[in-house]
C-alpha cells in the first residue's frame, strides 16, 4: 500500500507568512520580505497580504524599519529561503571578524600564549532581559554566533560556547562592581573555574614551525570574506535596482 495516501496534508502550506492565517490564495510568489533583525524569509502570501508587499515595493507604502520588501524572478523555494538566511547570518559574522581576529592576534602575541574565545550563550528569557531593546532575536543572534566561532576556528582560534546562569552572573557583577556589557560577560566566562578546562594543544615545536602558515591562512580567509561582502552588495544593489524597474 502506497504510504503516502495517509500522510495529512502540511498545516502551514495555506498559512500567510506574513499574516499568519489560513487562507485559499496562499502561495509562492514572486515577492519576499525580509527581517533584518531576525533572518526571517517570508515566501508565500495571501492576495491580500501579496498586495500590500507590491505596494512597498512600488513606494505607496512604506514597509516596517525592520522589514525589506524584494521582488524576485521566480517564488522562492524554501530551501533559497534558507539561503538567504544564509547569506544574512555570514553578512553579519563577517561585519566584526577583522577586528575580532586583530583584538586576539594582539593578546596571543602579548602574552606568548594561544587564546582561547569564550562565548556566551543562554536561553531567551535570559537573552532578552540581558538585551532590553535589542533590534535581533534570539534565534538569529544564536545563529550570528555560531557563524562568528566557526570563522574564528578556520582562522586556528580556540572557541568555546559557556551557558551563562543569569543568578551567578549577576552576582559575580555586583561584586566586581561592573555593569553588564559584553565585555563583562566574556570576562566572566573565562573567570568562573568551573568552566575552566585543559586544550589539547599540539607540541610547542610544532605550534612554532606553524604559527607563520597559520596567520598567512587568516589573512587569506579575511580577505575571502571581504570578496563575499562585496560579492553580496553587488547583489543587493541588483536586486533594488530589479525591483525599482518592476
Known amino acids: 500500500m502506497n504510504s503516502d495516501f495517509n500522510k495529512s496534508p502540511d498545516p502551514n ?18 515577492v519576499i520580505t525580509v527581517g533584518k533583525n531576525s533572518g526571517t524569509v517570508r515566501t508565500k502570501f495571501c492576495d491580500q497580504c501579496a498586495a ?38 555570514e553578512t553579519e559574522a563577517d561585519r566584526d571578524l577583522l577586528r575580532m581576529v586583530e583584538k586576539y592576534e594582539a593578546l596571543e602575541k602579548q602574552s606568548g ?10 536561553d531567551e528569557i535570559t537573552y532578552n532581559f540581558l538585551h532590553l531593546g535589542t533590534e535581533r532575536t534570539h534565534g538569529f543572534w544564536r545563529m550570528i554566533n555560531h557563524a562568528t566561532a566557526r570563522k ?4 586556528g582560534f580556540h572557541v568555546r560556547f559557556v551557558s551563562l546562569d543569569l543568578d551567578e552572573y549577576m552576582a559575580w557583577l555586583a561584586r566586581e562592581n561592573l555593569h553588564d556589557s559584553s565585555t563583562a560577560r566574556s570576562q566572566f566566562a573565562a573567570a568562573n573555574p568551573i568552566w575552566k578546562w585543559r586544550l589539547n594543544l599540539r607540541c610547542p615545536p610544532c605550534r612554532l614551525v606553524n604559527q607563520g602558515k597559520k596567520l598567512r591562512r587568516r589573512r587569506r580567509v579575511l580577505n575571502r570574506g571581504e570578496k ?10 541588483h536586486a533594488n535596482a530589479t525591483a525599482g524597474r518592476d
Open 152 to 155: 574564528l576556528r578556520e582562522v
Open 228 to 237: 563575499l561582502r562585496r560579492r553580496r552588495r553587488r547583489l543587493t544593489c
Open 52 to 89: 500590500l508587499v507590491k505596494e512597498w515595493l512600488g513606494g505607496a507604502q512604506s514597509p516596517p524599519e525592520d522589514t525589506i520588501a524584494v521582488a524576485t524572478n521566480e517564488p522562492l523555494t524554501p530551501a533559497q529561503g534558507e539561503q538567504v538566511t544564509h547569506c544574512l547570518v
Open 13 to 30: 502550506a495555506t498559512r500567510c507568512d506574513l499574516w499568519g492565517q489560513h487562507q485559499k490564495s496562499v502561495r509562492p510568489r514572486r
Open 113 to 122: 600564549k594561544r587564546v582561547q574565545v569564550c562565548i556566551a550563550d543562554y
